[in-house]
């Protein structure tokens, strides 16, 4: 047997396994969100801003109400 008749048949995409595509794709997505932040193209949610913001505008009422 030669190393040609060892190699792997590569599959047509639909007939790869819907899981592994899957895994893949989430692995590519996170691989490139890491190279991203590396770079310093990092942002902060906006959900995090909007909560920062809630709380700064709460805590500056309860101080002008109770303070």
Known sequence: MTDEDKVEPILPRDRVPLRKRMLDRRREKIRAEI????????TVPTWVLVAA???LVAGLAAFIIWG
């Open 53 to 55: 913001l809630v709380a």
């Open 35 to 42: 190279e991203r932040n590396r770079r310093g193209e990092y």
